[in-house]
């Protein structure tokens, strides 16, 4: 595996990363019967659904999700009808505490235990209460600093202009690992989405189902310090630097928002398949500008190999169908071999409405 990738060069990692959890820590409002005439008109922001019933806003917040192999390990569970009916600690079903033998970290008790204690500190955490800080230690900080100075580096030429935009608004820096409450409040600010702490992946339905209520599940921990430009999994450096900048720009935060919606209530197959969709968007998106391609999902801006191997030439891009079957996540070498190639975030976003209104109407 080629080292200078990031979080994503295994299939599973990418399938856990869309899963893995980090919920916002803001009091939120649960819904009431007024937002509610079936799950097909559900819409916790306001926006206007295709049944043509407008739903009040609230204070109410996000989703999320987990491997097809542990599909039926879970329940399906009922429409979550806030923030507060999605578990955040009861299913983790992968990392966290738990490595598999080929992670750069299994045979290294102490960054063992230090993944525990905080995997632990997120599942004992309550909405409504600030996310915990953590205590990063100046190892910690060093692996942030080294893959922050690398990553910052190809942004100007490798990152839409809309994450370049948001990331002004963080001040990040090499000295200094952010806490995710101030994240949270940051992008509270600006687009409404709140973070929330989780111990390990999701399950692909409570992922996606907190999207709906602009709440972005996130990791605290971070990759083992071996090989700091490389995890086989989300860290907390993958989650800063490829997911909050993004969530604080209100173009890109409907984008998510929506498929999140269409998430809730729908079938096992439909989450499926909007798994694939926020993979290939949020996760690996890109986006065409004046001067080329750019990179907008999360698993290329933090990640200083792939990012990079967008721009290289050799993988393809196509345009992106919600409707049509999603092809299976494709690797050489370490990387995709297709990205999708969104034109505008309303462009995408529209396309993406439109296929949260026939799944609703579906059901
Ligand atoms: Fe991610």
């Given amino acids: 595996m080629n080292s200078s990738c990031s979080a994503f060069h295994a299939k599973m990692a990418v399938l856990q990363c869309q899963f893995i959890i980090a919920y916002h820590s803001r009091s939120t409002t649960p819904l009431n019967k007024k937002h509610f005439c079936s799950k097909k008109c559900f819409r916790p922001s306001g926006h206007r659904l295709g049944t043509g019933i ?43 505490a738990n490595l598999a033998k080929d992670h750069p970290g299994y045979h290294d008790e102490e960054y063992k235990r230090r993944r525990s204690s905080i995997a632990d500190m997120a599942k004992k955490h309550k909405i ?32 839409c202009k809309e994450y370049l935009e948001s990331f002004r608004l ?15 409040q940051i992008t509270g600010h600006h687009t409404g989405w709140k973070i929330r702490p989780v111990a390990g992946l999701l399950h692909p339905r409570q992922f996606l189902n907190g999207l709906a209520f602009k709440t972005f599940h996130s990791t605290q921990y971070i990759r083992h310090p071996s090989n700091p430009i ?17 969530l604080a720009h209100p173009d890109f935060a409907q984008l998510a928002e929506l498929i999140g919606l269409a998430s809730l209530g729908a079938s096992d197959k439909e989450i499926w398949h909007l798994t694939k969709l ?7 998106g890109t986006i065409l500008e004046d001067d080329g391609v750019k990179a ?63 799944i609703q109407s579906a059901n």
């Fill in 170 to 184: 963080f001040n990040f820096s090499p000295n200094r690992i952010p806490q995710l409450e101030e994240l949270s």
């Fill in 54 to 96: 407008r739903i009040a806003p609230t204070q109410s917040q996000q989703l999320p999700g987990y491997p097809l192999k542990v599909w039926n390990a879970i329940e399906t569970p009922s429409i979550p009808r806030s923030i507060h009916d999605i578990p955040n600690g009861d299913h983790i079903l992968g990392f966290g």
């Fill in 278 to 284: 926020y993979w290939y968007t949020v996760e690996f």
């Fill in 128 to 159: 409504g209460e600030q996310i915990p800080a953590i205590e990063y230690t100046t190892e910690e900080i060093d692996v942030w600093g080294q893959v922050l100075t690398k990553l910052s580096a190809l942004y100007p030429t490798h990152a």
């Fill in 230 to 246: 490389y995890t086989p999994e989300p860290d907390i450096c993958h989650e800063i630097l490829g997911h909050v900048p993004m």
């Fill in 296 to 358: 907008f999902g999360a698993g290329l801006l933090s990640s200083f190999g792939e990012i990079q191997h967008m721009k290289s030439g050799k993988p393809i891009f196509q345009d992106l169908d919600p409707f049509a079957k999603l092809p299976k996540m494709s690797y050489k070498d370490g990387f995709q071999n297709m990205y999708f190639l969104c034109h505008s975030f309303s462009d995408v976003s529209a396309k993406i409405q439109s296929y949260l209104e026939t």
